[in-house]
């Protein structure tokens, strides 16, 4: 929907409203929300919502971080998160310098830390790095003046997926407070459930984790040593989906890592499919309004049914459009809130 009140304005006249960023951000980096208070993730929420309206405009762009350059490092491939940055970078007026290990100077030796300087040095205000090594962004961030942004560590965190999973339900379903939100499938190898289950928590949402017990942690395994793992905050786990998804407000599919498995994990795709899938006759255990999420991509017809994963209770397109503002919000709260 075109806003027509901003038809013929220049880029100046149409700035994001006033009130947006309010002074008291004062995080450099953004690496996990583990670290993250109600307050902070409230402030992206509400910074997003204004961001939303400036992409709901005739002119779709901002002039608010001209001279601002954010750099994206990627040495995983990535569809949503890197093209949702640039996008949102671009949105603001920021410049962007883009650069995938595969085609830049990583091949000739160059370390994770000197290609991090090298952006800072070229001048890149914000660099945006996904790795495949979990802390990665944690070393660089020690090694920078610039801020750095996690878009996803090995099997670690993904915080600005967690953070446009909160606003896509926050949008749907109001306050997060007592929402139940089951997150089923590869947990083990899941940063997104990692960082799902720091958010959700300090919303007050009830997470619960459901998978076969070789796909969740090790610490929150059945009966492995009182059931706790000491690196995430309490959280249900239940390895029967039929009953984790009675009345739950939210249903989050994670794709089965293939990629990622090791030998004898799963006994088989087809019987993973039986007791796992998201499918129609599961999700009818659920409220009747329940939200069907997955953070892609997606494998169709194996974590999630195709019409499930296409049908009237699925945001997962909204998911990934809600990821251009929201990024647009921590583009901006890192470049002007400090
Ligand atoms: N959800 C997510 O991180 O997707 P991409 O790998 O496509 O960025």
Redesign the pocket.
Known sequence: MVDQSTRGKTAEEVHPPESVGLPTWERRHVLDLDDFNRREMEQVMETADAMKEVLGREIRRVPTLRGTIVATLFYE??????SSFELAAKALGADVVSVAAAASSVQKGETLVDSARTLQAIGANILVMRHRQSGAPYLVAGHVDMSVVNA?DGWHA?PT?ALLDAYTIQHHLGDLRGKKVVIVGDILHSRVARSNIWGLTTMGAQAVLCGPPTLLPWGLRPGYRGNEDKALPPVEVDTNLDRAIEGADVVMALRLQLERQQAGLLPSLREYVQLYQVNEERLARAKPNVLVMH???INEGLEISPEVAHGARSVIEEQVTNGVAVRMALLYLLAKGR
């Open positions: 491939t990535s569809t949503r998160t890197r996803g993904h997926q953070p892609g991509p």
